[in-house]
T-cell receptor
Framework: GEDVEQSLFLSVREGDSSVINCTYT??????LYWYKQEPGAGLQLLTY?????DMKQDQRLTVLLNKKDKHLSLRIADTQTGDSAIYFC????????????FGRGTSLIVHP | DVKVTQSSRYLVKRTGEKVFLECVQD?????MFWYRQDPGLGLRLIYF???????EKGDIPEGYSVSREKKERFSLILESASTNQTSMYLC???????????FGSGTRLTVV
C-alpha cells in the first residue's frame, strides 16, 4: 500500500471548518508537512510540524499529530472559497533518503 | 523568500521532438528535483540532483534525462517526446534546514 494516504475529495460550505486527514506508515518520520496547490500553480508549503509536537496552530490553520495512530490532520477554520485547492500531506523520515513522501492530495471544494 | 522559476507555464510540442524544461532557484540550495503530476496519481519523482553535475534517478526516469551544470539551474530533457509525457511538470528546491520544498509554478506540457 501507499506510505502516505489521503482521501481524494472533501466538500464543505463556506464558513464551516474543513478537516483534511492523512495517515502515514513510518514511525521514524521527523517532519510532516502540508502543502497547498491552487489551480494551475505549483505547491506552496502551508505549514509543518515536528514529530515531537502534538499540535501547531497558525491563524486559521491547526495541525494535529497523533503519533500512536500515525495520523495527521489539517483543520481550516472559517473556510473560504479561496481555500479551494489540492492539499498534500508529506512526511520526511529520519535517516536514509531525505526525499519526502507525498500523499496523492485531497481536493477541497468550498461552495457557498 | 526562496524563488524557483520555471521558464515556461505552457508548452505544446510534437511527438518526437526534443524538449527542454528549465528550472532556476535563487537560494544556493544543493538539492533540486523534477516531478510530474497527473490526476489521481499525485506527484511522481523523475530525477533529482544533490550537487552540480550529480544526478539520481527517481521513480519514473524512463524517457527523461537531466542536466545540472550550474548550482542554480536544473534542466529536464525529454529526448523524444511522446504523448504519454503530456503532464504537469514541477521543479522543486530543497531546504536542508527544515526539509521543506519550494516549488516552481509548474510547466504544463502537451505533446501532440
Amino acid at each position: 500500500g501507499e506510505d502516505v494516504e489521503q482521501s481524494l475529495f472533501l466538500s464543505v460550505r463556506e464558513g464551516d471548518s474543513s478537516v483534511i486527514n492523512c495517515t502515514y506508515t513510518d514511525s521514524s518520520s521527523t517532519y510532516l508537512y502540508w502543502y497547498k496547490q491552487e489551480p494551475g500553480a505549483g505547491l506552496q508549503l502551508l505549514t509543518y510540524i515536528f514529530s515531537n509536537m502534538d499540535m501547531k496552530q497558525d491563524q486559521r490553520l491547526t495541525v494535529l499529530l497523533n503519533k500512536k495512530d500515525k495520523h495527521l490532520s489539517l483543520r481550516i477554520a472559517d473556510t473560504q472559497t479561496g481555500d479551494s485547492a489540492i492539499y498534500f500531506c508529506a512526511e520526511k523520515r529520519r535517516g536514509g533518503s531525505y526525499i519526502p513522501t507525498f500523499g496523492r492530495g485531497t481536493s477541497l471544494i468550498v461552495h457557498p | 523568500d526562496v524563488k524557483v522559476t520555471q521558464s515556461s507555464r505552457y508548452l505544446v510540442k510534437r511527438t518526437g521532438e526534443k524538449v527542454f524544461l528549465e528550472c532556476v532557484q535563487d537560494m544556493d540550495h544543493e538539492n533540486m528535483f523534477w516531478y510530474r503530476q497527473d490526476p489521481g496519481l499525485g506527484l511522481r519523482l523523475i530525477y533529482f540532483s544533490y550537487d552540480v553535475k550529480m544526478k539520481e534517478k527517481g521513480d519514473i526516469p524512463e524517457g527523461y534525462s537531466v542536466s545540472r551544470e550550474k548550482k542554480e539551474r536544473f534542466s529536464l530533457i525529454l529526448e523524444s517526446a511522446s504523448t504519454n509525457q503530456t503532464s504537469m511538470y514541477l521543479c522543486a528546491s530543497w531546504n536542508s534546514r527544515d526539509g521543506s520544498y519550494t516549488f516552481g509554478s509548474g510547466t504544463r506540457l502537451t505533446v501532440v
